[in-house]
């Protein structure tokens, strides 16, 4: 996918598009605000990823102006504040999601490619389907190959979200902020445990383990 | 002082404005007693004179110009304040005790119409001393054509006003220079209770927290300029002791991890150089050691901006909510170290707080208990409305607890009892709890756990207890 990267720090940048171009994708770096409102005006990207202090204009300020454009692009916003204000400043201006610096660069990928795919989903759907694991989010009932799966409230929220980014890395802090709607950090392995949890009532028993770890970054569920 | 500094000194500026406007009140006011007595005087001898000349002219009508000539003579002689000259017809004088018609009339004459004038009347005193005097009379043309005059000397209400106004004039210099001594005291009075509060913020400026404004007690406005620079200051004080002191503490808590990492760095190195481990290995060890250092300064920052600034972006929302979400996400890691972890949750606790950090908060308390706790033991999570009204979180284990003597220092920043150095942590956790319930104008409270249970105990409770939401 195409991805524009505005980021006035030169080192940041050039790791970032390193990184995303290995990942796969197509991308190209704007060095400040002005620059990438010129850029996004040219169109044709999946996300922009911007940094949220720049010279001239900053990133609160493009992503204003792109939204009062009326293009709904999605935004990953980057920023060394992480103070809860801030977070909610950027949201406000029409970022989609919001990274706090330093950050793995598991998570970044794993949250551009998210916001990618949200984009292409957008639509209603009300039965997902990933190989031969089968959700119906009208009756919230899941079965693979034709057994049907108990699932509690939470782990079906689980599973939905790995579903909806099937084939995405996704981080544990992504789980923790998209599925229980919480920021902090939570010490220990807790998303871990409800993983392994869900893994065991969905491939327990079937010939292939859909529910994947990635090193470093953490889980993949793949058909 | 010099005049033109003094003249810039607020008090005084303002004493010289009370002054002009006082100078100009008394003025208007003297004026005023100064007419209103001039001419009610006048009007009185008017009055008199009018009187008189009734009498007279009474006298003329009923017997004649040989009768009032009789009676201006019996006048004359007796004496009395009033003055009189009576003429014929033809100008010269017939009687009285003036020596010339003190003034002419301007109408044509004419009987029976009086005319009045006010004028000087020269006169010699006993001294020989030649006095121009205000007098007031009338001329009244009689029907015989004679001319009365009848007069009076006012002079003496002229001295009366003339002292009067020697008085007043006298009075105002009083008054200005009172004023102006009384603003002179005032503007340097005010003066020196500044030049201390200017003294203070001189040193401040000058980057010394520790001067502080004299005060006098006196319960005036500079006393509480004073006090309010001196609460001031002591706040700023201890905010940029707090500034320090995370500083001090941020350095502290960085070096040893620094240096962990920078050793094994090392090590790595050179295990990599003599092809004993592969380079992928140690970068991996690198990366997780520079993660922890990365939670640990965010946790320090996270508990200085909390002291410094409270909580941030305060909303109202239910405690229970969040006690019921924090079971159900730490229950299965519980379950897993074969925990027995339960919750109790009473329901409708409004709190008002910033919900991410007392989220943290409860985490870092579920997370110790679970790591303390051994296998087979029990964590029991509880929130509650105590009697007080307060909102209290609790977190009850039955791991080793921490002795009572050490619940104090607990608490404080980076201190892990010697028994819990194997385990990970940065020895942060119940700091940035008490960090976030101060913040929240509530505290944090360890007492014993439930006693001894099984081969363990005598565990640890630690509650947070929060002010309830106002409504």
């Known amino acids: 996918m195409r991805i524009l990267v505005v980021e006035d720090d030169a080192e940041a940048a050039t790791a970032m598009v390193r990184g995303l171009t290995e990942a796969g994708h197509d991308v190209t770096h704007a060095v400040d605000g002005a620059f990438g409102l010129l850029e996004a005006q040219k169109g044709g990207y999946d996300v922009y990823v911007v940094d949220r202090m720049m010279p001239r204009l900053d990133g609160v300020g493009m992503v204003e102006t792109v939204r009062k454009g009326g293009d709904q692009t999605p935004v990953l916003f980057l920023s060394a504040l992480g103070e809860v204000?801030?977070?909610?400043?950027?949201?406000?201006?029409?970022?989609?999601d919001y990274l706090v610096k330093p950050y793995a660069f598991a998570e970044l990928i794993a949250r551009v490619e998210a916001l990618a795919r949200r984009r292409e989903t957008g639509g209603v759907l009300t039965v997902l389907k990933v190989g031969e694991l089968e959700m119906n989010l009208i009756a919230r009932t899941v079965h693979r190959e034709g057994q049907e799966i108990d699932l509690q409230p939470r782990e079906f929220q689980l599973l939905e979200f790995l579903m909806r980014h099937a084939g995405q890395s996704v981080t544990r802090t992504m789980l923790l902020e998209k599925v229980w709607e919480y920021h902090f950090d939570p010490q220990t392995n807790v998303i871990d445990v409800h993983i392994s949890r869900l893994r065991s009532k969905i491939d327990k028993g079937f010939e292939k383990a859909m529910l994947q770890t990635v090193r470093g970054a953490g889980y993949r569920l793949e058909a | 002082?010099?005049?033109?500094?003094?003249?810039?000194?607020?008090?005084?500026?303002?004493?010289?404005?009370?002054?002009?406007?006082?100078?100009?009140?008394?003025?208007?006011?003297?004026?005023?007693?100064?007419?209103?007595?001039?001419?009610?005087?006048?009007?009185?001898?008017?009055?008199?004179?009018?009187?008189?000349?009734?009498?007279?002219?009474?006298?003329?009508?009923?017997?004649?110009?040989?009768?009032?000539?009789?009676?201006?003579?019996?006048?004359?002689?007796?004496?009395?304040?009033?003055?009189?000259?009576?003429?014929?017809?033809?100008?010269?004088?017939?009687?009285?005790?003036?020596?010339?018609?003190?003034?002419?009339?301007?109408?044509?004459?004419?009987?029976?119409?009086?005319?009045?004038?006010?004028?000087?009347?020269?006169?010699?005193?006993e001294d020989g001393r030649v006095e121009n005097r205000r007098s007031i009379g009338v001329i009244l043309p009689l029907t015989g054509g004679e001319t009365l005059f009848v007069g009076e000397d006012i002079g003496g209400i002229e001295e009366y006003l003339s002292r009067l106004t020697q008085a007043l004039w006298g009075a105002m210099a009083l008054v200005i220079l009172l004023g102006l001594a009384g603003g002179l005291y005032v503007s340097r009075r005010v003066e020196a209770a500044m030049a201390g509060l200017n003294r203070v913020v001189q040193a401040v400026q000058e980057g010394d927290l520790k001067q502080r404004a004299p005060l006098r007690h006196s319960g005036d406005e500079l006393d509480e300029l004073g006090q309010g620079l001196n609460i001031m200051l002591d706040r700023l004080e201890t905010s940029m002791a707090s500034i320090r002191h995370a500083g001090d503490a941020i350095a502290h808590d960085l070096r040893s991890p620094l240096t962990r990492m920078r050793a094994k760095l090392e090590v790595a190195l050179i295990d990599a150089e003599a092809g004993k481990v592969n380079g992928v290995d140690a970068l991996t060890i690198a990366l997780d050691e520079a993660d922890q250092l990365l939670k640990t300064f965010n946790t320090v920052l996270a508990i200085a901006r909390l002291q410094a600034g409270g909580a941030p972006d305060p909303k109202v929302f239910d405690a229970a909510d969040l006690a019921a979400d924090m079971a159900e996400l730490y229950e299965p890691a519980a379950e897993d170290k074969a925990i027995d972890f339960s919750a109790e949750v009473e329901k409708g606790l409004m709190v008002e707080g910033n919900q991410p950090f007392l989220a943290q908060a409860l985490a870092n308390l579920i997370d110790n208990a679970i790591k303390y706790t051994p296998a087979g033991g029990a964590v029991k999570l509880r929130a509650r409305r105590r009697s007080s009204g307060e909102i209290e979180y609790s977190v009850t284990d039955t791991g080793p607890g921490v002795p009572e003597e050490d619940r104090e220092r607990v608490v404080q920043r980076f201190v892990r009892l010697d028994n819990s150095r194997t385990e990970a942590g940065s020895g942060l956790g119940l700091s940035l709890v008490t960090a976030v319930a101060e913040a929240h104008g509530g505290r944090i409270v360890l007492d014993e756990g439930p006693g001894a249970y099984g081969d363990f105990g005598p565990g640890l409770r630690v509650a947070l207890v929060l002010p309830p939401a106002a409504n």
């Not at chain 2, 001039?38 to 008189?52: C, K, L, M, T, Y």
């Not at chain 2, 004649?64 to 007796?78: H, K, M, P, S």
């Not at chain 2, 033809?90 to 009339?105: A, E, H, R, W, Y």
């Not at chain 2, 004459?109 to 006010?118: I, K, L, V």
């Open chain 2, 1 to 125: 002082m010099r005049l033109p500094s003094l003249l810039r000194r607020t008090p005084f500026r303002l004493t010289l404005l009370f002054l002009a406007l006082f100078v100009a009140a008394a003025g208007a006011i003297l004026a005023y007693v100064y007419f209103a007595s001039a001419s009610e005087a006048q009007a009185r001898a008017q009055a008199d004179v009018q009187g008189e000349l009734n009498a007279l002219t009474a006298i003329h009508r009923t017997r004649g110009v040989d009768a009032l000539n009789q009676a201006l003579v019996e006048r004359t002689i007796r004496g009395g304040p009033y003055l009189y000259l009576l003429t014929g017809p033809d100008g010269k004088i017939v009687t009285g005790n003036l020596s010339v018609m003190p003034f002419d009339l301007k109408q044509p004459r004419q009987a029976g119409r009086g005319e009045w004038s006010t004028f000087r009347l020269t006169t010699t005193d």
């Open chain 1, 85 to 96: 204000e801030d977070r909610v400043t950027g949201l406000k201006a029409g970022a989609d």
